[in-house]
C-alpha cells in the first residue's frame, strides 16, 4: 500500500501536474484496504498535502468531500471493529490463570446485586399489609362507634326535656324519632351522594335549628315556672291567700243567708266582710309581687339562653358528622374487599 500514487505523490520534491481521477481511485482503494485507524488518518493527510498546492475545480472539490466521507466512514467501522473483540483473541490460555487469579479482586469491588423477592415473600409482605389495614380499620371503627353513640345519647338526653317542654305527648319517642331521622339523612347521604339525600340533610338540620331554638326558650320558661312553683316563700303565701279567702267566703255566705241575723245588715258587712275582702286582696297583692320577683331573679340572661342553643345544635351536627363518616369509611372498605 506504500506504493500507491498518493503517497508517491507525497514523496516528491516538485510537484507534477494532478490526476485527479487516478488520486482518487487509489485514495478509494488504498481506504478500502486499510485495517488500521492510524493508516486511515495517515491517507488523509497525505491526500491534504497532495492537494494543497493546486487549484481545485467545484467538481473536484465535491470529489475532496466525498473520499473525506469515506475515511470517516471507514475509521467509524475500524472503531466498532475494536471495540467488539472475539474473547479468544483477547484472552490466551496463558493467561487463562493470571486472570483466574485476579477475578476475585475484580467481583470483590461489583456491588451484589439486590435479591430478588420471590412471589410467596411478596404475598406474604401483601398479606401483613392486608393485616395492618385491618387493624387500623377496625381501630377506626371503634372509635366512631362509641363516638357517634356517646353523642346520640347526648343529643338524646338534651332533646326530651325539650319535646316535653314543646307540649309533645310522648317526649321520650319524640326524642328518639328526630334522633332516628338525624341519623338515617346522613346514612342515606353517604351512600347514594346524590342531590337529594343532602337536600333531605339540610332540611333535617334546619329543623333540629328551629326546634332547638324554641324548645330552649320553652324549656327556659317551664323551668322557672317550676322553680317558683317549688318555693317556700310562695307556699307560705299561698296557704295565706287560701286562708282568707276561706273566711271572706264564710262571712259573705253569713251575710247572704236569709235565715242568719247578719242578713244583709250593713254593720256586718262594714265591720266583718268588708276588712276581710281587703286582706284577701292584700295576700293576693303580696303574692303575686313574690312571684314576680322569683321569675325575674330566676330567669336566665338571653346570653345564657343563646350558649344553650349552641350547645345543643353542636352535638347535633357532631352526631350528624360522625356518623356520616362511619358509613364512607364503612362503603371504602367494602369495596376495597
Not at 506504493?3 to 481506504?31: Q, R, Y
Not at 339540610?202 to 312553683?229: D, K, P, W
Request: aromatic share 8%; with cysteine.
Amino acid at each position: 500500500m506504500n506504493d500507491s500514487p498518493l503517497f508517491s505523490l507525497v514523496k516528491e520534491d516538485s510537484p507534477k501536474p494532478l490526476n485527479f481521477s487516478e488520486l482518487e481511485s487509489s485514495f478509494f482503494a488504498d481506504i478500502a484496504q486499510a485495517q488500521d485507524i492510524a493508516l486511515v488518518d495517515r491517507l488523509i493527510e497525505s491526500m491534504n498535502e497532495t492537494l494543497k498546492p493546486h487549484q481545485l475545480s467545484e467538481e473536484e472539490k465535491a470529489a475532496v468531500k466525498k473520499m473525506r466521507q469515506r475515511a470517516y466512514d471507514r475509521k467509524r467501522v475500524l472503531t466498532k471493529v475494536t471495540r467488539v473483540v472475539p474473547e479468544e483473541l483477547i484472552v490466551s490460555p496463558v493467561e487463562l490463570p493470571k486472570i483466574q487469579e485476579e477475578a476475585p479482586k475484580v467481583v470483590a469491588k461489583v456491588p451484589r446485586p439486590k435479591k430478588a423477592i420471590s412471589e410467596p415473600s411478596i404475598k406474604e409482605s401483601a398479606t401483613d399489609i392486608v393485616k395492618v389495614d385491618k387493624s387500623s380499620h377496625i381501630k377506626e371503627y371503634l372509635l366512631l362507634g362509641v363516638s357517634t353513640c356517646f353523642i346520640a345519647g347526648l343529643v338524646l338526653m338534651q332533646t326530651i326535656p325539650l319535646y316535653k317542654s314543646s307540649g309533645f305527648n310522648d317526649s321520650v319517642m319524640s326524642a328518639i324519632g328526630a334522633l332516628v331521622i338525624m341519623v338515617s339523612y346522613p346514612l342515606y347521604h353517604a351512600f347514594s351522594k346524590s342531590w337529594f339525600s343532602l337536600v333531605l340533610c339540610i332540611l333535617a338540620c334546619g329543623y333540629e335549628i328551629a326546634f332547638v331554638y324554641s324548645g330552649t326558650h320553652e324549656n327556659e320558661r317551664t323551668v322557672i315556672l317550676e322553680e317558683v312553683a317549688n318555693n317556700p316563700t310562695l307556699r307560705w303565701l299561698d296557704a295565706k291567700v287560701e286562708k282568707a279567702r276561706l273566711s271572706y267566703e264564710e262571712a259573705k255566705a253569713r251575710y247572704e243567708d236569709p235565715s242568719q241575723k247578719v242578713y244583709q245588715n250593713g254593720w256586718f258587712r262594714k265591720t266583718a266582710l268588708d276588712p276581710r275582702w281587703d286582706e284577701l286582696t292584700k295576700a293576693q297583692t303580696e303574692r303575686l309581687e313574690a312571684e314576680r320577683e322569683l321569675k325575674d331573679s330566676s330567669r336566665a340572661s338571653w346570653f345564657t339562653s343563646y350558649l344553650k342553643v349552641i350547645y345543643r345544635l353542636g352535638l347535633v351536627v357532631m352526631c350528624m358528622l360522625l356518623v356520616h363518616r362511619l358509613a364512607v369509611l364503612y362503603r371504602q372498605g367494602a369495596q376495597k374487599s
